[in-house]
């Protein structure tokens, strides 16, 4: 008989996470693929960052993690400082966004691998869910909003400019210092993005703008609890508009209301599932498609054991 092989341990780093549908999905992923491993939470404040650097991170206790709010674009710069190393991506997308979400830790040659998997995953639930290719020329011209320019929203905003058909992105968010990076960024970047731009909006002009887009993401955490407000009233939303609210453990009134108007509205669960299953993907060689069927299975069974 062969030895059992070692258990894997993976997870989630973020701040305030215990909402998080994501251990259920993995662990549901692990199980289906008789994978021995395990995927836990780590909700760690800024200042404890150098400990889990040094006891999950450096001590090699961890195979590979995940990452969320508000640590997306703080974590190459925190292995940079904790680690004292660079990490390596073949990706694309980091080099421009600047936005991390999954990381995997070599323990044999000490390697770490850095990757967004929120871009694809986005990409890939807009076209199945919202029935919206970004690829189509059915689009070309197309005006899109993004509210909120946190590590998600950046990256969203940035992959939607990337694509040839949408000729405006328009965002806002109340960080002006984030909406001043963003800015940085294409300016530095007008090589690959030739003369398109970015288009903040002010708060009273929101109304306006947002009437005359095609596509509307909602990338900030508003209508993640009962009770909150939403990004935009629906109602201002022109007739055929297509709605994305990143929120994934509910339908916000954004979604619900948008629906109510006839329009097509979808929340974050297909980019959510979609973006697992690439990392887990990328941890374990397991297909994509498989993956997702049992990570959705998963993250709708546990939705309702939530209520």
């Not at 007739?239 to 509910?250: E, H, M, W």
């Amino acid at each position: 008989m062969g030895e059992t092989p070692a258990k894997k341990t993976y997870g989630l780093l973020g701040r305030n996470i215990d909402y998080s549908l994501s251990p259920a999905m993995h662990t549901a992923a692990f199980e289906h693929f008789n994978i021995p491993a395990t995927y836990d939470l780590f909700d760690i404040s800024e200042d404890g960052i150098e400990s889990f650097f040094n006891e999950k991170v450096l001590s090699k206790r961890l195979n590979g993690f995940n990452v969320t709010i508000p640590y997306k674009t703080k974590i190459v710069d925190f292995f940079k400082k904790y680690a004292k190393k660079d990490p390596t991506s073949g990706d694309r997308w980091i080099s421009l966004a600047k936005s991390v979400n999954t990381v995997k830790l070599d323990r044999m040659d000490d390697r770490v691998e850095v990757g967004n998997t929120d871009i694809l995953g986005f990409k890939r639930s807009l076209r199945a869910d919202a029935g919206y290719d970004l690829n189509s020329n059915s689009h070309n011209g197309d005006s899109v909003f993004v509210f909120g320019t946190g590590g998600a929203g950046r990256a969203i905003t940035i992959f939607v400019m990337y694509e040839q058909f949408v000729d405006t992105v328009y965002v806002y968010d109340k960080d002006e210092e984030a909406i001043s990076a963003l800015e940085y960024f294409f300016k530095k970047h007008s090589d690959i993005f030739r003369d398109k731009s970015i288009k903040p909006v002010n708060e009273k002009d929101i109304a306006s703008i947002v009437s005359k887009c095609d596509l509307v993401v909602n990338a900030t955490p508003m209508g993640t609890r009962e009770g909150d407000e939403w990004p935009v009233n629906p109602d201002l939303l022109k007739d055929g508009a297509v709605v994305y609210d990143l929120v994934y453990a509910r339908e916000t009134k954004l979604v619900k209301k948008a629906k109510e108007n006839g329009l097509i509205a979808v929340n974050g669960l297909g980019m959510l599932v979609n973006q697992g299953a690439i990392a887990f993907g990328i941890w374990t060689g397991k297909p994509i498609e498989e993956t997702a069927r049992i990570m959705k299975d998963a993250a709708l069974r546990e939705l309702k054991k939530r209520g």
